[in-house]
């Protein structure tokens, strides 16, 4: 059954039940209805913000409010279910410091990293740890007359780096010399891992076309922290990403919850499909 929040309440109908039983009840759509009690596993894939269109502003902040915490209250609580992953789990991973915390805990090598409104310690920063680039800490849609921009990672010449800095929170990092990327799909207790080569790109989102595929192995010891980070923030999935230093060391960058697996299947014959098939038809068992 595949649906999209954004569906509801128009073409998506919830009616659940909590008792001595437990959580039951159906999900509705126009072609199919599942049982709440008997759902295996859940692929939780990006679904559409929830919107009331018919409604006058204060009318539909609540109405959103309600659906969120009614819809997604009772998806996010069904029993005995394997979420790929859990909405809540993948809203911890979204917080950049945290991961970064985590991954530095855990014996990842991490970039050197601030994050600040403080344009001295900015200006210190980039002394100590040139070449720096700027990140931005959370993906949002941001337009410039009336076209979508995408906000790439990007260095920093130091003369930039100016009061403005105060006016919000920014993320700083040493930029590391890379002679290639790394991205591991993590699909249950499979790892897939592909090297990138993007030549002098330093954001290889920038130009796909501009990207060779390479499948490889992960470096040695590296399955285990990927292990402990799933388990540190309750993941079954993630899209690991890494820079490539010359001498082949893995400098972690982040890890998407929700990441792209796709687009890597097709050049490169990694099972990625298949994995997330087997994943979600073993459920929680």
């Known amino acids: 059954m595949r649906f999209d929040s954004a569906d509801f309440p128009d073409a998506l109908t919830l009616s659940a039940r909590i008792d001595g039983g437990g959580l039951h009840g159906d999900l509705a759509t126009p072609s199919r209805r599942a049982k709440l009690d008997a759902v295996r596993s859940l692929y939780y894939r990006r679904p559409r913000g929830l919107a009331f269109p018919g409604l006058d502003a204060q009318d539909a902040h609540f109405a959103v409010l309600q659906a969120r915490y009614g819809l997604g209250g009772v998806l996010a609580s069904l029993p005995d279910c394997l979420y790929v992953n859990h909405p809540h789990a993948i809203a911890d991973c979204e917080f950049k410091p945290a991961q970064l915390a985590v991954a530095a805990g855990l014996g990842f090598v991490v970039p ?3 994050i600040t409104n403080d344009v ?12 720096v680039v700027y990140k931005p800490l959370r993906f949002s849609p941001y337009r410039q007359d009336g076209q979508a921009l995408t906000i790439w990672v990007a260095e ?6 100016d009061e403005s800095i105060a006016g919000t929170a ?9 002679a290639g990327f790394l991205r591991v799909t993590a699909i249950g207790d499979r790892l897939l891992s592909t090297r990138i080569d993007c030549g002098e790109l330093l954001d290889w989102r920038y130009d796909y076309d501009a990207l060779t ?8 010891g590296l399955a285990d922290l990927i292990t402990a980070f799933l388990k540190r923030f309750g993941l ?14 893995a400098v972690f960058l982040e890890c998407n919850a929700n990441g792209q697996w796709a687009w ?12 997330l098939a087997d994943l979600l038809e073993r459920g929680a068992a």
Not at 156 to 161: G, I, K, M
Not at 170 to 178: E, N, T
Request: glycine share 6%; hydrophobic share 40%; charged share 20%.
């Open 112 to 114: 050197p990293t601030l």
């Open 120 to 131: 001295r310690e900015a200006r210190t920063f980039a002394a100590e740890h040139g070449p």
């Open 156 to 161: 920093v010449d130091p003369a930039e780096l």
């Open 170 to 178: 920014h993320l700083f990092q040493s930029r590391i010399p890379a």
């Open 213 to 220: 595929y390479t499948a490889v192995e992960p470096p040695p």
């Open 236 to 249: 079954v999935f993630g899209c690991f990403d890494f820079a490539l230093r010359p001498d082949g060391e």
């Open 264 to 275: 890597l299947e097709e050049p490169t014959g990694l099972p990625m499909t298949a994995a």
